[in-house]
Nanobody, 124 residues
Framework: QVQLVESGGGLVQAGGSLKVSCAASLRTFSLYTMGWFRQAPGKEREFVAA????????YYADAVKGRFTISRDNAKNTVYLQMNNLNPEDTAVYYC?????????????????WGQGTQVTVSS
């Protein structure tokens, strides 16, 4: 049973920082592309960031580029999303996802496994 469990969400003021984590029960975690998506109330889910299985390549949505950093620790089967200079438009449920194809994946349908999400709320 594959499980992705997000943690670290919460309430933060605009301009603040937050780091969310995703622990994955994947036997070959290091071979998966890991991604972060988010969904705000009344909006569609959108891509945030992805990191390739080797951890050397990262990809970001334009809205978060320069503010968010995705990273992974293959020894801990964990992927992280460091979020800086947050603004109220970043308020959403953040989901991590795993793509066993190990490819550059920025679309939700490319991912095979999903976590339950963690709420991030940014107050103005």
């Amino acid at each position: 049973q594959v499980q992705l469990v997000e943690s670290g969400g919460g309430l933060v003021q605009a301009g603040g920082s937050l780091k969310v984590s995703c622990a994955a029960s994947l036997r070959t975690f290091s071979l998966y592309t890991m991604g972060w998506f988010r969904q705000a109330p009344g909006k569609e889910r959108e891509f945030v960031a992805a990191i390739m299985w080797r951890g050397g390549s990262t990809y970001y949505a334009d809205a978060v580029k320069g503010r968010f950093t995705i990273s992974r620790d293959n020894a801990k089967n964990t992927v992280y999303l460091q979020m800086n200079n947050l603004n109220p438009e970043d308020t959403a449920v953040y989901y991590c996802a795993a793509d066993r194809g190990g490819r550059v994946a920025t679309q939700g349908y490319e991912y095979d496994y999903w976590g339950q999400g963690t709420q991030v709320t940014v107050s103005s």
